[in-house]
């Protein structure tokens, strides 16, 4: 198989052969891209055989190398050629490029030089333009640029009003002279809307200049033009096309359009149409009538419409659980509630729709919103609340806690979406919108002190429903008291004549709903048909102090003044809480606690100097009275007076009138406790007078010793008895220090007594025996009470030590008596009582000190 350029290599060899010439090269032949070396050798190889010896080797004959000699041999000399020729090229080439270089570096340094100059110029050109100084100190005038776009920009504002004042010279000539607006016309032709009414509006301004009585003049002051002369103007007739009529009625045209088609696009919607007619409708009333069907044509005010007249939901159980003051509040009403939870995604949703369609959004926004909050919120919440005024204060004043919580709620959150702002909080424009609307809506119920006192009535029913039979029991009786529970009767002499009356004639006098009345009835454990001349049955029981009824006035109390902190302004909240607790100081200080303190009071008193064991039934209910008392302690100076701490002065006046009830209070229980004392101590005196005999302590020399002393006296048996039975009584009214105190004090009244009740006695050495078993008895007794640090823990030793004084030999006296310090003339009295004082040895121990 044939190369390629194997037939041309053949015609040359063939030549060769023939004319024996050598084949021809140029450079074009060695600068090629396909020139290979080892092809240029075989063609050349080839050219010297002759083509009857590439048949094959029949033909074979003798190699001769001559031809390929002179071939390759003109290949060298033509080579040699070449490579002159080609140095020759190299030399031309390489003295071009230095000449080139040599002219390139000097062009370099050329186009320095200019860069140079063109730096030097635009830091001139700069220093001019910035108004630095030049180096020479001159100078360089670097506001002119400033200057002058301030320049251009006035006369293109010039000639922009020109062009606009041309329009409307044109445009008022059209109206005015032919009765069209054609040029207008054409504007709003073209979909320029805004330009179209800004241009009316511009033209009606003229009118009302140019021609103020309603007659065409060429300014307001000046004669009637020739034209108008030739109407007839200038004569008193009206002009022949009314301009101003025209101009006016076309913007009505132009409004109605604009509201029409802002409707079509607010349909589809088309944000950008709307925002483009909201625009020009910018200049009819400030956007007043684009604003207002953007907002009556809302769906939810069209369908809220529908549903104002919706009945209050909530079932039976639930209202009776908002006017019971014993349960918790339901909250807030289902349909205020549905109510204002699509309010708020409503106006969030709505709000982002506004600031597309909107470039005064904000205004848009405000006068929304205060559509929703002046009509549908407002009609919902007066039908809410007064359907719980209907029902009780209470029912009303938690609805107006509930609701008032509920839409503060959400205020709060469309504040903190942001709405147009979204998702930063809402700007101060429309923050200031909610919060005024928001107290625009519960402006009514806080004019001046109506709240308060709708706090006060409430509380001051309720307490008196409450103490109800209380104050019935002490007022109806009036005989003398026998019992403790006759004693609480007998206090209620400084109460109204008759509770019952005062009570029923007081519901009469106020228009109180018939729920209100039911409920205060149940309260004051009355049936809701009780007949007003009916008496109220009251038992014992109803007399007495009870802990959770004070705690139910409490929290009543309590409820108050939470609600009161989140209702009323933060400056009120010091009289508020002043007028509550005033009312709780007069029902629990006054009308309960101290009416029953004096009752029991009086019943101690009673008790003084009785002939039979003293009732000290009273003592048992001093433990509910000092619980109570400790209650409204604790309530008035950890939750109320911390919160008058702004007004200093009715901080003080609370503290006083706190203080003034509380001292009143505690003096009077101090008064039963020392009646109590006083009662005890002298039943110990009698019992001791009565049942201690002379024999007791001198018994006859035949008797049993051991027996004696077995056991103690009856006298100091039946003491023992009584005072366990009234320590019993004392811990079960008392606690803690009171407790202590008053045991403490019936220890030391008890030592005395059986001091002075020895001295009474001459005691033999056997009765000294049992003097001491009796007085181990009274010891071990007082020991047994929780006394604490209020008694001597040594106080009951002096019985047993004056006991011991009866049994020691007489030797043991002197010693006794030496060792007893300041007390040896008491000891010496006790000695006289001895049955051998007069032995010589008693009489040497006592004149030995």
């Not at 776009?149 to 010279?169: K, N, P, S, T, V």
């Not at 109407?231 to 045209?253: D, M, T």
């Not at 005989?479 to 519901?507: C, H, I, N, W």
């Not at 007495?544 to 909240?573: D, F, I, Q």
Request: proline residues 4%; charged residues 25%; negative net charge.
């Amino acid at each position: 198989m044939s190369r390629p350029g194997g037939d041309t290599a053949s015609i040359l060899s063939h030549t060769t052969s023939r004319t024996g010439r050598a084949p021809v090269f140029t450079l074009e032949t060695f600068d090629s891209k396909d020139f290979i070396v080892k092809d240029f050798i075989e063609t050349l190889s080839d050219t010297a055989v002759h083509p009857s010896r590439r048949s094959g080797p029949s033909g074979q004959q003798a190699f001769d190398p001559k031809p390929l000699i002179r071939t390759f041999e003109h290949a060298v000399s033509r080579l040699n050629t070449l490579a002159e020729e080609l140095e020759e090229r190299e030399n031309e080439l390489a003295g071009a490029v230095r000449k080139a270089e040599a002219q390139h570096n000097q062009n370099v340094v050329t186009l320095r030089q200019k860069l140079d100059n063109a730096i030097d110029r635009f830091q001139t050109l700069d220093n001019r333009l910035n108004g630095n100084p030049n180096d020479d100190g001159s100078d360089g005038s670097g506001n002119a640029a400033v200057r002058i776009g301030e320049r251009l920009e006035e006369l293109d504002r010039q000639m922009q009003r020109a062009q606009d004042a041309m329009f409307l010279i044109k445009c008022w000539q059209e109206v005015s002279e032919k009765g069209d607006l054609s040029s207008l016309e054409e504007i709003r032709g073209k979909r320029n809307i805004v330009r179209c009414a800004h241009i009316a509006r511009q033209l009606l301004k003229l009118s009302t200049r140019l021609d103020p009585d309603g007659t065409y003049h060429v300014n307001a002051n000046g004669p009637a033009s020739n034209a108008a002369k030739r109407r007839g103007v200038g004569n008193g007739q009206h002009p022949k096309y009314p301009a101003r009529e025209i101009i006016e009625k076309f913007l009505e045209n132009l409004e109605q359009d604009l509201l029409k088609q802002f409707d079509e696009f607010y349909r589809r919607p088309n944000f950008d149409g709307m925002r483009e007619c909201a625009i020009a409708l910018r200049d009819f009333n400030d956007g007043a009538s684009v604003m207002a069907t953007y907002v009556n044509q809302h769906s939810f005010f069209i369908d809220r419409n529908q549903l104002i007249t919706e009945e209050i939901a909530g079932d039976a159980e639930t209202w009776d659980r908002l006017q019971d003051p014993d349960s918790e509040p339901p909250g807030v009403e289902p349909t205020l509630q549905s109510l204002v939870d699509e309010v708020k995604i409503v106006i969030q949703e709505e709000s982002a729709v506004i600031k597309r369609a909107f470039p005064y959004y904000d205004e848009v926004l405000t006068r929304f919103i205060q559509r929703i909050f002046q009509q549908s919120i407002q009609q919902r919440l007066e039908m809410v609340l007064g359907k719980a005024n209907e029902l009780s204060s209470l029912a009303f004043l938690r609805s107006l806690q509930a609701s008032r919580s509920y839409i503060t709620s959400l205020v709060e959150d469309l504040k903190s979406h942001g709405l147009t702002e979204h998702p930063e909080p809402v700007s101060s424009q429309i923050a200031a919108t909610l919060d005024q609307q928001l107290e625009d809506l519960f402006v009514p119920y806080f004019v001046g002190s109506s709240y308060i006192e709708r706090e006060k009535k409430n509380l001051e029913e309720l307490y008196s429903s409450l103490l109800l039979k209380f104050t019935i029991y002490h007022a109806r009786r009036r005989k003398v008291p026998t019992t403790y529970f006759a004693s609480l009767a007998q206090k209620g002499k400084e109460l109204a004549a008759s509770a019952r009356d005062a009570y029923m004639e007081r519901l009469d006098s106020t228009d109180l709903p018939p729920s209100q009345k039911a409920m205060l009835f149940r309260i004051a454990g009355l049936k809701e048909d009780h007949s007003e001349k009916k008496d109220i049955d009251v038992t014992d029981e109803d007399g007495k102090l009870s802990l959770p009824n004070a705690k139910r006035m409490l929290k009543w109390l309590a409820e108050g003044v939470g609600r009161g902190l989140e209702l009323s302004p933060s400056n009120e909240t010091p009289k508020d809480v002043q007028s509550l607790l005033n009312l709780l100081l007069t029902h629990m200080g006054e009308i309960y606690l101290e009416t029953a303190l004096d009752a029991a009071s009086d019943h101690a008193a009673s008790q003084e100097n009785v002939k039979t064991p003293p009732d000290l039934s009273h003592l048992p209910s001093l433990h509910t009275l000092t619980t109570i008392l400790h209650l409204l302690q604790q309530t008035t100076t950890t939750i109320l007076l911390p919160l008058c701490t702004p007004n200093l002065t009715i901080r003080r006046e609370i503290e006083k009138s706190t203080q003034s009830t509380l001292s009143t209070l505690e003096s009077k229980l101090s008064n039963i406790l020392n009646l109590s004392l006083t009662a005890t101590l002298n039943w110990v005196q009698k019992l001791l007078t009565s049942q201690q005999k002379k024999t007791d302590f001198r018994p006859k020399d035949d008797e049993d010793v051991a027996f004696l002393i077995a056991t103690e006296t009856p006298a100091c048996q039946a003491v023992v008895q009584f005072l366990n039975r009234v320590a019993a009584q004392a811990s079960a009214a008392l606690s803690g220090r009171n407790l202590a105190l008053f045991l403490a004090e019936l220890a030391r009244g008890l030592r005395a007594l059986i001091l002075a009740h020895l001295l009474k006695f001459t005691i033999s050495l056997t009765g000294g025996l049992v003097v001491t078993r009796d007085m181990t008895k009274y010891a071990e007794l007082v020991r047994s009470w929780p006394t604490g640090e209020e008694l001597e823990s040594d106080a009951m030793n002096v019985l047993v030590d004056v006991a011991n004084l009866f049994v020691i030999a007489p030797e043991a006296l002197r010693e006794r008596l030496r060792g007893a310090g300041s007390e040896v003339q008491e000891f010496k009295a006790f000695i006289a009582r001895r049955e051998d004082v007069n032995s010589v040895a008693v009489q040497t121990a006592l004149s030995s000190i």
